[in-house]
């Protein structure tokens, strides 16, 4: 948010000569890769379109291009880039306007393989001697000086975060309006599931929690309880309103660098596949649905899957036929574990 305001105030300056400032202008960033795609609407007929930009996360010196008349602009950038940019404009009147402000950082998105060995802890200290390649932890309660550690001995790092349902416990839970707040999780009764509809409340609370994750240096997230429309949330929630929350918390993240996981949806799976880079299924031998996510090994991204109440060799001689990463764990999700590399 800091470097939002400055950004903001720096703007200001630029702009002071201008009679009033307005938000009339939306503006949409989408990354694919090393190319990145802005799309812009006004709510008035422009003079022009100004963009300005500046690096991220050093905000200044900020720069500007007369766009003319566009309304979309692509470019191809090496990876490394990092832009703040918003767009501006001169309405009839004289009046500028100013549009959201975005960033955007291109990084490699880490794609783990099938068969990579990992790690699940989100309780308790981290236990970083564990010989996993890929460790998914909690965004909140983990420092950043145990991902860094974790990075700097060769390890990528999943950061968990609730994306579907509220937790009073989180430091941001005051972010959340009453609102947005739906029907207690069947086997949670403290968490709250969520309007996910809302994007108009609940998107500046995720984009934050995803500036976090950049903040922290994680590799990716693994964004939970996307799977609302299939429960009794107090919402009605459809099957088209998970899709387009589900691919808008994916654009979120790779604007900014992130890997991101689907978290079970086994229904919606293959359809989402393209859009996400790995999978994470809970018990998906215990209710025989691991079939569904065969579509990710087949496109060269792990499913990591977790069963808790089947023993090793239940499961694990089909996890390692389908190139499952797969698991024996609590329900606590401690550092204990039981590997599929071991059977």
């Known amino acids: 948010m800091k470097n939002l305001t400055t950004f903001f105030f720096i703007l200001g300056l630029i702009l002071s000569a201008f009679p009033a400032f307005a938000g009339d202008i939306f503006l949409d960033l989408e990354v694919s890769g090393q190319r990145v795609t802005a799309r812009w609407q006004a709510s008035f007929a422009p003079r022009a379109y100004i963009l300005y930009y500046a690096p991220w996360p050093e905000m200044e010196p900020i720069g500007s291009a007369n766009l003319g008349l566009l309304n979309e602009l692509s470019a191809t950038l090496p990876y490394g880039s990092a832009y703040y940019i918003a767009i501006g404009a001169l ?61 700097s001995s060769g390890r990528k790092v999943i950061c968990y975060f609730n994306a579907g349902a509220y937790e009073p416990w989180r430091p941001d839970a005051s972010s959340f309006p009453e609102e947005v707040l739906g029907n207690p999780l069947e086997d949670w009764p403290d968490e709250r599931w969520l309007d996910i509809r809302r994007l108009d409340l609940l998107g500046p609370i995720m984009k934050k929690r995803l500036d976090l994750a950049v903040n922290k240096g994680c590799d990716g997230v693994e964004p939970d309880n996307i799977d609302g429309y299939l429960n009794e949330t107090g919402f009605p929630l459809t099957r088209e309103d998970q899709i387009r929350y589900n691919l808008w918390l994916a654009k979120e993240a790779h604007k900014r660098g992130l890997s991101i996981g689907l978290k079970n949806n086994p229904e919606l799976a293959c359809l989402l596949e393209p859009h996400f880079d790995w999978a994470l299924s809970e018990e998906c031998f215990f209710y025989q649905e691991c079939e569904n996510f065969t579509c990710f090994i087949e496109n060269g991204k792990a499913v990591l899957e977790v069963e808790y109440e089947l023993e090793p060799e239940e499961f694990c001689p089909e996890a390692r036929r389908l190139g499952f990463s797969a698991l024996r764990k609590r329900w606590e999700l401690d550092s204990f574990y039981e590997s599929c590399e071991n059977f």
């Open 91 to 151: 309405d009839e009147a004289g009046t500028f306007h100013l549009s959201n402000i975005e960033y955007f950082r291109l990084q490699e998105i880490l794609r783990p393989p099938p068969g990579i060995s990992w790690q699940w802890q989100l309780s308790g200290r981290v236990k970083t001697d564990v010989p996993a390649d890929l460790f998914d932890i909690d965004l909140f309660e983990t420092p950043a000086e145990t991902i860094a550690h974790l990075k």
